[in-house]
């Protein structure tokens, strides 16, 4: 139900903007979750944004360099990836959570789009 798209290949220090959208019903008054994993590793937090977009949370790994917005008139949940380095390769994957509380936590996500990959070379 959530189609993330924009994930590529790109060099050190470059940037990309993924973005999500749901494919059929608006996900009103839900918070939004950005998450990735490495190769070879679990699947971790990234970014969390709460449906005023007035609120937003990050892994500590991405600080400052991600940043997770949302236009809810498109329905659509952006996170903009800049000075990427190699180790934010992974796949990353949009999620939409009716809680706003423990939204870090992947359990707390319902829904999920199907992933984009992101390369980051050196």
């Known amino acids: 139900q959530l189609q993330a798209s924009g994930g590529g290949s790109v060099l050190t220090g470059g940037s990309l903007r993924l973005s999500c959208a749901p494919s059929?019903?608006?996900?009103?008054?839900?918070?939004w979750g950005w998450f990735r994993r490495p190769p070879g590793k679990e699947r971790e937090f990234v970014a969390t944004i709460n449906w005023s977009g007035g609120h937003t949370d990050y892994a500590d790994s991405v600080k400052g360099r991600f940043t997770i917005s949302r236009d809810n008139a498109k329905n659509t949940v952006y996170l903009r990836m800049n000075s990427l380095t190699p180790e934010d390769t992974a796949v990353y994957y949009c999620a939409a959570s009716p809680s706003t509380v423990g939204v870090t936590a992947p359990g707390r996500y319902d829904y999920w789009g199907q992933g984009t990959l992101v390369t980051v070379s050196s």
């Open positions: 059929g019903r608006p996900f009103s008054g839900y918070t």
